[in-house]
Each structure stands twice: as structure tokens, then as C-alpha cells.
């Protein structure tokens, strides 16, 4: 076989091999092929914010995890809201200013009163009371003193509120100072008392017999607590 024939059968089988190339290459009509978009690409072109294609919708900025932030004053599980307790406990004292006791109160019923007006300190008159009866007996609050037909009681010094409530055996006295009217003439509306009332916190009342001349009283007029002992009683 000569060279040039050789050369023109090359020639050919490389033109056939190139026809059916472009042949495949062109199988749509259109050049390459369009397979269309990755499932990737696919993915990352959805718009933040819209439904996704299960239904859910995506959850706005401030929401995490699908819980609910509890409203503001709300306690969550496990916690306590400031401010509240799980029970109120029990006062050292009642309303009306006397102290929660465990005996019998003293009162008009079970006890003695009297009135004593003494030299010191000045314008100050002593109250004692004396247990009577067989049994334990505290005295609470102050005396409710009434003299003569004043419309009002005179109140009580809040210094003189003792540490411990005053307990008395049989026989044993407790004891309240009353200031009759100011040492230095300062006070106003004064009057001669010669009868005295004489109301417990709790139980009945009693009338202890003030001097045959009375005793003088002005709006300075003030009482102590009761007290276990006559120097407390004397202090204010």
C-alpha cells in the first residue's frame, strides 16, 4: 500500500470519528444538555422568612427553640416571684397592741387594783395589780384609764413597750405608771379627777380609789405599758 493511501483512510476514519462527536454532542438541539439545578443550589436560593414546603413557618428574629418567654411578672417552673411567700407567720402582736399569750389574762376578775399617787417622780401616779386568783395570769397592752367623765382614754407610750409579756403568779403584782400632767405647767385643760376606770386589753374593768382630794390631770395626761417591775413602771 502507497503512502498517499494510507494517509486518505486515516484521513477518514478521523472525520467519522468526529461527526459522530458532534452528533452526541447535539443530541437536544441546543448544545450541552440542562440537567437543571442541584439539589444544593436548590436549597440555599430559598428566601429567608417564607414557608418551607412542609408547611412550617419560619419563626421571626427574638424566637428560639419554639418556647415562649414567660410574661413579665409571671414566674417560670421551679421559681418564686419576689414578694411572695408561701405562708404569713404569726405577730409578736395583735392590732390592738398587746402581745399573743399562753395563760389566763389578768383583768378585773382574778386580780386586785390600786391607785397610788407618788412623791417621784412628779405628777405621776402607780397602778399595781395583784394576782388573786390560783393561777398563772398575764397582763397585756396598758391600762385603758378613764378619769372621771373625760370623753377619751390618754395614750400610751410607745418607749415604754416592754421586751417580754408580763406574766404574774398568784400573789405577784405587775405594775404601770400614769403622768398625770406636765412638771412645768406646760399642759392645758386641766381639771381635778376623783374617779378612776380602770380597762384591761382583755376582760373586765376595775375602779381603784384615787386620794379624798382627787389628783390633777391635763392633756399631757399619758400611760406606760404594763411592766414586771415598779422602777420600769416609773421611768417615763
Known amino acids: ?42 436549597s440555599s436560593s430559598q428566601p429567608t422568612g417564607s414557608t418551607a414546603a412542609g408547611g412550617t413557618k419560619a419563626k421571626p428574629a427574638g424566637e428560639t427553640g419554639g418556647s415562649t418567654a414567660a410574661p413579665k411578672g409571671t414566674a417560670t417552673p421551679g421559681t418564686t416571684t419576689a414578694g411572695t411567700s408561701g405562708g404569713s407567720g404569726s405577730s409578736g402582736k395583735n392590732g390592738s397592741g398587746t402581745t399573743a399569750t399562753r395563760n389566763p ?22 397602778l399595781t395589780v395583784t394576782n388573786t386568783g390560783t393561777k398563772n395570769c398575764d ?12 370623753q377619751s382614754v390618754p395614750p400610751v407610750a410607745e418607749s415604754t413597750h416592754p421586751q417580754a409579756v408580763v406574766t404574774l403568779a398568784p400573789g405577784e403584782s405587775g405594775y404601770a405608771g400614769v403622768l398625770l400632767s406636765a412638771a412645768d405647767g406646760s399642759g392645758g385643760n386641766g381639771y381635778t ?40 413602771a416609773l421611768a417615763y
Open 193 to 232: 379627777a376623783k374617779t378612776l376606770v380602770v380597762g384591761f386589753a382583755k376582760g373586765s374593768s376595775a375602779t381603784p380609789a384615787l386620794p379624798a382630794k382627787g389628783v390633777y390631770v391635763d392633756d399631757k395626761l399619758t400611760v406606760t405599758y404594763w411592766q414586771q417591775r415598779l422602777d420600769d
Open 1 to 42: 500500500m502507497s503512502a498517499r493511501t494510507a494517509r486518505t483512510r486515516l484521513l477518514a476514519a478521523t472525520t467519522v470519528a468526529l461527526a459522530a462527536l458532534a452528533l452526541t454532542a447535539c443530541d437536544n438541539g441546543k448544545g450541552v444538555r440542562d440537567e437543571g439545578p442541584s439539589a444544593a443550589s436548590h
Open 139 to 150: 397582763l397585756t397592752g396598758y391600762p385603758i384609764a378613764r378619769f372621771s367623765e373625760a
Open 105 to 126: 389574762a389578768c383583768n378585773g376578775a382574778n386580780s386586785k387594783t390600786t391607785a397610788t399617787e407618788v412623791s417621784r417622780p412628779l405628777n405621776h401616779l402607780l
